[in-house]
């Protein structure tokens, strides 16, 4: 009988060992599928700017984003950029700021673009949930020409 009894023991051991070994399989196959949220700072590029203009906005805006854990883990947030058209803004001086109103100064023209889900490309699996900022303010300046240093012939 105590012949038995030292069988048993390292078979109770082999047998607890073994579902501690499952359930930790179970939980990490598991936790890899729940849906995470996860808030990335991205990029802000804008592109077709007007002639003759510069602008001061903001470089980057933070994004709330959701996937799986494992989706998530595998994005590189450096892949990710918010991309700005302002091929059609208009620059009308109806948004000028009044404290760049006198004659020696550039007008300084200030706009606001609303961020839309399109503006930022994910991966299909990736969805956006949310811009922190979901209006940016940008202020466009005048590009001052300078004389023209061409040769008199």
């Known amino acids: 009988m105590i012949l038995k ?22 939980w990490f196959t598991l936790a890899q599928k729940q849906l995470v949220q996860q808030t990335v700072r991205v990029p802000v590029a804008f592109y077709n700017l007007p002639k003759n203009y510069s602008i001061d906005g903001p470089e980057t805006t933070r994004v709330k984003i959701s996937g799986t854990r494992q989706q998530l883990y595998n994005l590189n947030p450096a892949d990710l950029v918010t991309h700005i058209d302002l091929a059609n803004i208009n620059l009308s001086q109806t948004n000028l700021d009044p404290a760049n109103l006198n004659q020696n100064s550039p007008k300084i023209i200030e706009q606001e673009i609303t961020l839309t889900n399109q503006q930022l490309l994910l991966p299909v699996h990736i969805r956006l949930v949310e811009y922190e ?21």
Do not use: W
């Open 5 to 26: 009894n030292r069988i048993q023991i390292p078979i109770l051991l082999i047998y607890k060992i073994m579902a501690l070994i499952c359930g930790y399989g179970l």
């Open 133 to 153: 900022t979901d209006i940016l303010k940008l202020k466009f300046k005048p590009v001052l020409k300078g004389p023209s240093h061409e040769p008199q012939t």
